[in-house]
């Protein structure tokens, strides 16, 4: 038995008709993998979170890959589109997506995987030129603005004169303030530009202030 066939008997083709359908599928798994990579770039520089989670980054690529894939297969059959539709539709995930912009791109990653494997490899490329103009966009009009929560230990009256003094060019909001018996907790949300830091030796050096704590955050609290 030769290979031609081999080929017939074990794919149920013909190896020209093999081929031909093996070169579209093909050239829409590299289109996948080059977006999937685009993606998790854009991913990693746009990032604005306090820990970066790397598996989730991985995930992205592989999401996108795995969706044309999946694509590719139902696009082919009727019957097993609905085959697919029903086994997937029994798949359930744990892992809960706090963050909305890690939710936002894993809906780009599904989407862009949907797009190149139905052959609509314009519609994925232009939506990618949309989302990274947006993003750039937004990211243009904070440069170097940095949010942070400050967190001052004071005993004493009179020292909140002195900390509107030296906070008075400062973009913040009082968050909470806390009355102790010994002492008093303030708590403020503060924008900063290229991490401008020299206020805070100003509020330590007050002889009222106890410590003085400057925590980064990224303005979203999950419960």
Do not use: C
Not at 53 to 67: E, I, K, R, Y
């Amino acid at each position: 038995m030769d290979i031609e066939e081999l080929i017939s008997q074990y794919f149920q083709v013909q190896p020209t008709d093999l081929v031909s359908n093996i070169t579209p599928a093909l050239y829409s798994l590299l289109v996948s993998f080059a977006m999937g990579m685009l993606i998790y770039f854009i991913y990693s520089r746009a990032f604005r979170g306090v820990v970066f989670n790397h598996n989730f980054a991985l995930s992205l690529p592989l999401m996108v890959t795995l969706t044309t894939i999946v694509t590719l297969a139902i696009s082919s059959n009727i019957a097993l589109s609905l085959g697919m539709v029903g086994a997937l539709s029994i798949v359930r995930y744990r892992s809960a997506v706090k963050d909305p912009m890690d939710l936002l791109f894993l809906f780009w990653s599904v989407t862009t995987g949907i797009t190149v494997g139905a052959n609509m490899h314009y519609l994925a490329v232009i939506g990618a030129l949309i989302a990274i103009i947006i993003i750039l966009i937004i990211n243009h009009y904070e440069p170097g603005l940095t949010k942070y929560i400050l967190i001052v230990h004071y005993d004493g009256k009179g020292i909140d004169e002195e900390l509107k003094r030296i906070l008075h060019q400062k973009r913040y909001k009082i968050r909470a303030k806390t009355f102790r018996k010994n002492d008093t907790e303030l708590v403020a949300e503060m924008v900063l530009k290229n991490e401008n830091l020299s206020f805070v030796d100003a509020i330590r050096e007050l002889p009222q202030v106890s410590d003085v704590s400057l925590v980064e955050y990224s303005m979203e609290f999950h419960g």
